[in-house]
């Protein structure tokens, strides 16, 4: 992989400031910047101190085990995830607070306290036990934004089974693909889940995704939206009918913190998925502790997180790091926009919610739909606001501002990434001043770094790649089942620091501005998608020869998919191809890896070696300048796939 200035330097030179207001600081959990400072001299000993505020079954003997690139944090140590996020509550004064608040795309509402949580938990774990599912085993979630949701997931960390959750917006193919390499011998799923006034048929994808699949021996399915599904005699069962019938009480298993607490696929620059692999110990003290500074976290908070479960987000942002607080969790089922673009602000009022975390792009699209929504509402319950997912240009980070949080609420624009399973790069909301468009630093006891080519630091406001120098407690430990492509992927590019695939720019005041990545990953409406995925799913396509995808900057998504496809010998152009290709990429991924632009052309423009030069195509369509170090193999490439564009643009299908 090669960087160059040209593509990487950052345009963004914001000069405005924004110190945390006096009334925050004042009653903020973090106040000075001596916590970082302290955890800079010993971030090991900073980790233990965080990892003592929570409940083990047995002390480690060591913080951390360093034989890199693999890190074991708190070897030795034993405790539960569940136990940590529910019954650690039960002894005090959040025995009866709600765990979680929630609001059906329809208008239901459900609270569970943290005892109501608790009592599920317990009997959906003996549930799966029941059903044979023993620790380490692993299990497919597959289901929509309900309470069951969270329940399924602590319910696999008490009995230690590892969760694989899938998101409600990927295909039979894609479920299909990592049940298998999972070897899930149970998934979770409901007979469906409310989008948009429509119901996703979640329980009829499941039976299409193992209709050939024999590891899968149970299918557990929520009735969420009363729709007709068929029953495999044996192998499928109603949530509701086995929950009647199981035990009250299911004793956590004492976990090694070394063991997997779950894997989630995500994107890389493979056709194939990578199973990212987080532990117990070391992804709850990472997830826990940030949650608590990151957010400010209090007891009278109701916390809202509006990923979905089915991503990272919602895992450590909805799930684990707030439970394990104690805190309030707000939760939604469906659409922003649905009936109205006003629901988010008119929950928000209503349940006079006081942090609201959010993606960029869903600000965009707020800001398109018009300020008439957020203005019919009374917004003054927020006190902070919170960014994840990819670049927030600045001015929708002002708008943000000025418009959801009425000037008043300090906005935290966290960096991290499913492999990092926590936030790595984000202001303390009581002690940074912030920069729009900035993630600004990394939080305590993270050492990050902008390095080039070679793993030197580039000098101040240079553009190059974003490393991690040392291993943080809830880093990724592996791929599942491919240690190989673990070691290769994140830590052969700049040897001996973990690789994120992030470009970035360190300014004078060593804040840290995110460029957007630098591999062959494309961040669409704030989702990883690889764009060698969706080029293999067309492949996969009986007419084609060739597929060449890029990414093209997108007014609300950030980012858009465009396809060059090379058609197979004798196959003709038609005015449906294009439909059948979204089609087909649809079916094989999921909505969300669907290409808005799909162009047939003759040939692809390659190197001499035969590469797709996909880099300098990227960067023509994007409009970015191409470094020169792109051009070196090939120097006429550039003039060549500039005439190559103009050409296929010219006859759009
Ligand atoms: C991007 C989501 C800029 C980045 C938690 C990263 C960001 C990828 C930010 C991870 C941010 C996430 N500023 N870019 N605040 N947050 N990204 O695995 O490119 O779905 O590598 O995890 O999103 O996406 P993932």
């Known amino acids: 992989m090669v960087v160059s200035s040209g593509t990487i330097d950052s345009l963004l030179k914001e000069k405005e400031q924004y110190p945390p207001s006096a009334a925050f ?22 980790w ?29 140590g034993k405790l539960n995830m569940s136990a940590n996020c529910l019954d650690r509550h039960l002894a005090g004064p959040r025995r009866n607070k709600a765990a979680i ?27 799966l036990k029941g059903l044979g599912v023993k620790r380490g085993d692993r299990v497919t979630i597959y289901m929509p934004m309900i309470p069951e949701l969270p329940v399924a997931l602590l319910a696999c960390a008490r009995i230690g089974a590892v969760h694989s959750v899938i998101f409600g917006g990927f295909s039979a193919r894609a479920i299909r693909d990592r049940a298998e390499d999972a070897e ?5 799923t409901a007979d469906g889940g409310y989008r948009r006034g429509a119901v996703l048929p979640l329980k009829k994808i499941v039976d299409e995704a193992i209709a050939d699949l024999d590891v899968v021996r149970h299918v557990v399915v929520f009735k969420r939206a009363g729709v007709e599904v068929s029953m495999r005699e044996g192998r499928d069962h109603w949530w509701h009918e086995l929950m009647a019938k199981a035990d009250a009480d299911c004793e956590p298993e004492a976990m090694d913190a070394t063991d997997p607490l779950f894997i989630l696929y995500t994107s890389g620059t493979t056709g194939k998925p990578k199973g990212i692999q987080h532990s117990t110990g070391g992804y709850l003290v990472g997830v826990a502790t940030t949650t608590k500074y990151v957010f400010d976290l209090k007891d009278e908070d109701l916390f809202w997180c509006t990923a979905d479960i089915g991503w990272v987000t919602g895992h450590s942002y909805i799930v684990y790091g707030p439970l394990a607080n104690g805190a309030s969790v707000f939760m939604y089922e469906g659409a922003p926009d649905w009936p109205e673009p006003d629901r988010f602000w008119r929950m928000i009022e209503e349940y006079d919610i006081t942090i609201l975390y959010t993606a960029p792009t869903a600000i965009r699209a707020f800001m398109r739909w018009g300020d008439e929504y957020p203005r019919r509402h009374d917004l003054s319950s927020l006190r902070l606001l919170g960014t994840v997912g990819e670049p927030i240009n600045p001015e929708a980070w002002r708008w943000y501002r000025k418009t959801i949080g009425g000037g008043r609420c300090p906005i935290v624009d966290t960096w991290w990434q499913t492999e990092t399973g926590m936030i790595l790069i984000t202001p ?11 993630a600004t630093r990394p939080f305590p006891g993270i050492d990050a770094e902008v390095v080039d080519e070679k793993g030197l630091p580039v000098p101040m406001n240079k553009g190059g790649y974003l490393v991690i120098r040392k291993p943080w407690p809830s880093m990724l430990q592996t791929l599942y089942k491919d240690p190989e492509r673990y070691k290769q992927v994140y830590w052969s590019q700049v040897p001996g620091k973990y690789f994120t695939g992030d470009g970035a720019r360190m300014d004078e005041d060593q804040f840290f501005w995110l460029m ?21 799913a067309l492949v996969s396509y009986r007419k084609v ?34 439909k059948e290709l979204q089609k087909h990429v649809r079916e094989a991924i999921g909505a969300i890896a669907v290409p808005d632009d799909v162009y047939i052309t003759e040939k692809l423009p390659k190197t001499r070696s035969g590469k797709i030069m996909r880099r300098v195509i990227r960067s023509l369509v994007s409009g970015q300048e191409i470094g020169d170090t792109t051009t070196l193999e090939d120097p006429g490439a550039v003039d060549e796939v500039r005439k190559w564009l103009a050409e296929v643009e010219a006859h759009p299908e």
Do not use: C
């Open 25 to 46: 600081r004042k009653a903020a959990v973090l106040r000075s910047d001596s916590f970082r400072v302290d955890a800079a001299k010993d971030p090991e000993a900073f």
């Open 48 to 76: 233990a101190r965080m990892a003592k505020e929570l409940a083990w079954m047995a002390p480690w003997s060591k913080v951390l085990e360093w034989d890199p690139p693999f890190a074991k944090w708190f070897v030795g």
């Open 101 to 127: 608040i929630w609001e059906g795309e329809p208008g239901e509402r459900r609270v569970l306290t943290y005892h109501d949580l608790w009592r599920e938990v317990n009997l959906f774990a003996n549930v």
């Open 184 to 188: 899930s011998r149970l998934i979770v």
């Open 428 to 438: 303390l909301p009581g002690v940074t001043t912030t920069k729009p468009g900035s």
């Open 516 to 536: 957007g990545r630098i591999d062959d990953v494309i961040n669409v409406a704030g989702h990883r998608i690889g764009t060698m995925e969706v080029e293999s």
């Open 545 to 578: 020869a060739e597929a060449a995808v890029v990414g093209k900057p997108h007014p609300v998504k950030g980012q858009s998919l465009v396809a060059y496809v090379v058609l197979k010998k004798g196959e003709g152009r038609s005015d449906e191809l294009k």
